[in-house]
């Protein structure tokens, strides 16, 4: 059984995985991270968006051996300890999520569009950079402004950047 | 209104943890020692089950059994049912098939399980899934529902002759036919509602653990209603007694209905944990979910609508087609019947209303309720009826519509409802404005400079909410009473507990059933916590859906907080010796009328259980009350949707321009959530409308399997959302709330047809109105314009 060695969060970890075993599964059930959701089986809705070498990285997608020497960031290190990341703030404060299912993967997504595309997104900008993040409870409409406010806010210089990236 | 009370935006108490990932959702539950289940479905629609092989399965690598549908029926494991008993025409009790939880003798549709693998690991279950060998001797099969009742037609259940569950009806058919004779004008349309599959985001999940110490079950499951569940699984399934089985539903990705039934995989995973004596996890993969989740509509309908030469309203017939596909699921009979054809009414006076209803069984997925559930159907057959026949007469169809609003309460209906309350011009009037209505003309003369085409369309729809008062529901099939319990459970230092018989899968309830709390106790939003999804710490509860967790599970609360402060008052009374009677309760804080003697929330609480100064011992220790609420009428939410479209008539793609929504959903807790609400039922709605249409070929194959060929609304296929309210209060219940949960799902699809109709100037664009079909209709009323 291959052995994989990969920083989680800031934290490294070494385990051994089957060959076949996705990067979502080793998130998921080896690191018991559980954060990371799995919401479908074709790449499609990007609940288990995480951030691979600081880029979003759908991790159904990807074998956990693939990861091997990498730095990953899950939903659970985007906070700097009790200090929530701006994005997830404003996911909060403008009603961006209702069941939370899709959230975890949303808030990567965002994090990682603002990183591409800056912080100045306009409504048409985010929604086309949504189109690999399925939500069915928000129709969107919260969610495109709790990035652009998002956006908004880590320009600002928020104290809770990135913490474990 | 307090910064926390009712009426506030209050940012939601529950996201905290969503929004760290540190929610708990049943697939991220692990069990000690657990297996993996994984079930060896159909691949093919209709067949006799000849043989099930599963020796080379069981000798594959970590697997712990293979177990069938001759085990499930050895062990007298009971089948599925359909909790609503509905009566055809003559009498007769619909005709339900038998569902067992793993079919043993025959497949009626794709997906149907025939084996479930139990293993260590979820990839070495997969793995021995493929080595049982199932002999299947294939049969014809039938999907379209217009065609299961046809002579020769495949026949999916022995007992449904003709695939005929019920033929039902309601309304009078006499006086209904007597009004057509006499009309002026007659509007007549065929429509199809398109299956949809729901699609929460979050995958049914179960795990089931027995205990043998205790010979008890517990299920954690991605479950709308956990108690509903018990009893089931417990009465008719037979599983293990009531007491003897804890049902959980933590946090809940969503719902939309398809989380409101009893489904095979948990009967199978509690039914496994005991034989093999370890903990059974199930975890839908997507695939699964778009073939076993039940789906919603798939209605095929003849409806007419008759008017005098005022334009009024004289009578509405229709002829429905329902296709529950190839199992009764729990509800599945109460959907195309009681809450279907008893909006048929809409928002207007109609004196005759007659309806037919066929329920089919096909060879494809059970279909059951889906967000709106029957009142969609019913607000499309009306809305676009209303639509059409304005266009037909001439006459603008807000006006129209206004000639022919209800406009006194209550107000009796001919198909059982009894409106309560409502003010529909108004809701008309805000919407027009917010819509620029009076400008269209202008704007629709911009768009043809463009070579594109406009339209507008409105909905104005009501739906029936709450699906109560019990002995309504029960005289109409309901196997179940459809109340809500409460139990408020106050600490010594004052901090509430709110159990409730509601369950939140993303409505918020944490929030706004802490707002109601926080208001009317006086005590910070901070201290006040709910308690739903386990069996084991709420008694009962009928759970949520029908957009009744407002209007019935926090009128629950209501009378629970009555008698914890009607017993808090005592408490006082005695601390400040006075009589009861004398105290005041306000703001958090008791007084004694006239005088200046006051003690606090937190005294009280801590008074009550220390009673200490209980003299003559006739009152009890404790702060703790419960409530059983059942309302007294179903409620009323109504509202207008105006949708515009541009279209490019080269290409058929529509562009949804604006979307208005004026709801009157009476009292409303707390704004955000409502409007959030609104947002994904709107979204749901241009969904229907625009893009989802679950799609069987003719050898009940699901061609629209995943979400590469479902068409899932995503976020550059929807505009933002201009959303409105007037109130009217509910005067059923004791808050006046009317639900919000389903509008938007209900209003949506008959606004965007009737845009989209009225931009290409062609009746005929079915559901979704996907580019090739707009396209096509485009050109169809171009040539009809040029002739």
New interface residues.
């Given amino acids: 059984m291959p052995t994989v060695t990969v920083s989680v969060n800031g934290k490294s970890h070494t385990v051994d995985v089957?060959p076949?075993t996705l990067l979502v599964e080793l998130i998921?059930e080896k690191l018991?991270?559980?954060?990371?959701?799995?919401?479908?089986?074709?790449s499609?809705?990007g609940?288990c968006v995480v951030h691979v070498d600081g880029a979003a990285v759908k991790s159904c997608t990807m074998l956990a051996v693939s990861a091997d020497g990498a730095k990953v960031t899950?939903?659970?290190g985007?906070?700097n300890g009790s200090a929530?990341h701006p994005m997830?703030e404003a996911?909060?404060?403008h009603?961006g999520?209702?069941?939370?299912?899709?959230?975890?993967g949303m808030?990567m997504s965002a994090v990682d569009m603002v990183s591409r595309r800056g912080s100045e997104l306009d409504?048409?900008t985010?929604?086309?950079e949504?189109?690999g993040?399925?939500?069915?409870?928000?129709?969107?409409?919260?969610?495109?402004k709790a990035v652009a406010a998002g956006a908004k806010a880590m320009k600002g210089g928020s104290k809770t950047a990135r913490a474990a990236e | 209104m307090s910064a926390t009370g009712i009426g506030a935006a209050v940012r939601r108490k529950e996201d905290h943890r969503f929004i760290t990932g540190t929610g708990n959702y049943t697939s991220d539950i692990t069990r000690p020692g657990e297996v993996r289940a994984y079930f060896v479905r159909s691949p093919h629609a209709h067949a006799t089950i000849k043989k099930v092989d599963v020796k080379a399965a069981e000798k594959m690598p970590g697997v712990v059994a293979v177990l069938t549908g001759a085990d499930l029926a050895g062990d007298k494991i009971g089948g599925l049912i359909c909790g609503w008993a509905i009566f055809s025409k003559d009498g007769s009790p619909m005709k339900a098939g038998a569902h067992p939880a793993i079919a043993a003798d025959k497949v009626r549709c794709v997906g149907d399980a025939v084996a479930v693998v139990l293993a260590e690991t979820l990839a070495q279950a997969r793995d021995a899934a493929e080595k049982v060998k199932v002999d299947y001797g294939t049969l014809p099969s039938v999907v379209d529902p217009a065609k299961a009742q046809a002579k020769g037609a495949p026949q999916v259940h022995d007992v449904a002759p003709n695939n005929t569950i019920y033929e039902w009806h309601l309304g009078d058919k006499a006086a209904t036919d007597a009004a057509f004779a006499s009309a002026k004008h007659v509007t007549k349309l065929d429509i199809v509602n398109n299956r949809l599959v729901p699609n929460a985001m979050e995958p049914r999940a179960a795990i089931a653990e027995y205990d043998q110490g205790n010979d008890s079950l517990t299920l954690w499951n991605t479950s709308q209603n956990p108690h509903v569940a018990r009893l089931v699984i417990s009465a008719f399934i037979g599983m293990a007694p009531e007491h003897k089985l804890r049902v959980i539903a933590p946090d809940v990705g969503g719902g939309f209905g398809s989380k409101i039934f009893i489904y095979p995989e948990e009967v199978v995973a509690l039914w496994a944990s005991r034989r093999v004596k370890r903990p059974v996890k199930w975890v839908s993969d997507r695939s699964e979910a778009f073939l076993t989740d039940a789906h919603g509509r798939d209605h095929v309908t003849h409806a007419e609508m008759a008017f005098d030469a005022s334009g009024k309203i004289t009578g509405l017939r229709a002829k429905t087609i329902a296709n529950l596909g190839a199992y009764m699921s729990t509800f599945s009979s109460s959907v195309p019947t009681y809450l279907y054809a008893t909006l048929l009414s809409g928002q207007y006076a109609i004196p005759s209303i007659y309806c037919e209803v066929d329920a089919v069984y096909t060879n494809t997925a059970p279909v059951d309720a889906y967000r709106g559930a029957g009142r969609p159907e019913a607000t499309f057959v009306v809305e676009r009826l209303v639509e059409v026949g304005a266009r037909e007469q001439g006459i603008d169809p807000a006006e129209l519509r206004r000639r022919n609003f209800v406009k006194s309460f209550p107000h009796q209906t001919p198909v059982i409802m009894a409106y309560d309350a409502g003010d529909y011009n108004a809701s008309l009037t805000k919407a027009m404005e917010m819509a620029d209505y009076k400008n269209f003309g202008k704007r629709k003369a911009d768009s043809e400079k463009k070579g594109k085409l406009r339209g507008i369309g409105f909905s104005t729809y009501i739906e029936a909410c709450g699906i109560a008062p019990s002995q309504a529901v029960g005289s109409l099939g309901a196997g179940v009473g459809l109340w809500e319990s409460a139990e408020v459970r106050v600490n010594p230092t004052g901090s509430v507990e709110i159990l409730t018989g509601s369950h939140s899968h993303g409505q918020g309830h944490e929030t706004t059933f802490a707002q109601l709390v926080s208001e009317r106790l006086g005590v910070p939003i901070e201290t006040v916590s709910v308690v739903h999804g386990d069996t084991d710490k709420v008694q009962f509860g009928m759970g949520t859906y029908g957009s009744r967790s407002g209007a019935v599970g926090m009128s629950a609360i209501v009378k629970a907080l009555d008698k914890v402060e009607a017993k808090a008052k005592k408490v006082a009374g005695y601390m400040m010796e006075a009589s009861a009677d004398d105290i005041e309760f306000k703001n958090g804080s008791f007084t004694v009328k006239g005088t200046d003697k006051k003690v606090g929330w937190g005294d009280v609480t801590l008074n009550a259980y220390i009673a200490h100064k209980f003299t003559g011992g006739q009152l009890e220790p404790g702060l703790k009350e419960g409530a059983f609420y059942d309302p007294t009428n179903f409620t009323f939410p109504a509202g207008c949707h105006i949708a515009e479209v541009e279209i490019d008539p080269d290409t058929g793609k529509t562009e949804i321009a604006n979307w208005v929504a004026v709801d009157d959903f009476g009292v409303i807790i707390n704004p955000m959530i409502v409007e959030g609400q609104v947002h994904g039922g709107i979204a749901q709605g241009i969904g229907q409308a625009l893009l989802e249409g679950a799609s069987y070929n003719s050898d009940g194959q699901l061609v629209t399997g995943s979400f590469m060929d479902y068409t899932m609304p995503r976020a550059d296929d929807l505009p933002n959302f201009k959303v409105g309210t007037t109130v009217t209060k509910c005067p059923s219940n004791p808050l006046g709330i009317k639900g919000c949960g389903e509008a938007g799902a209900i209003a949506a699809p008959a606004a965007l047809i009737n845009a989209i109709t009225n931009a290409v100037g062609h009746e005929k664009v079915p559901m979704p109105a996907s580019p090739s079909a707009v396209w096509k209709a485009a050109q169809g009323g171009m040539k009809r314009a040029a002739e």
């Fill in positions: 089957a076949e998921r018991r991270l559980t954060g990371t959701h799995i919401g479908c089986d074709t499609q809705c609940a899950t939903i659970e985007l906070a929530l997830q996911f909060r404060e009603h999520l209702q069941c939370g299912f899709c959230t975890p808030i409504e048409r985010i929604r086309e949504l189109e993040n399925i939500c069915r409870c928000t129709g969107y409409h919260n969610i495109v």
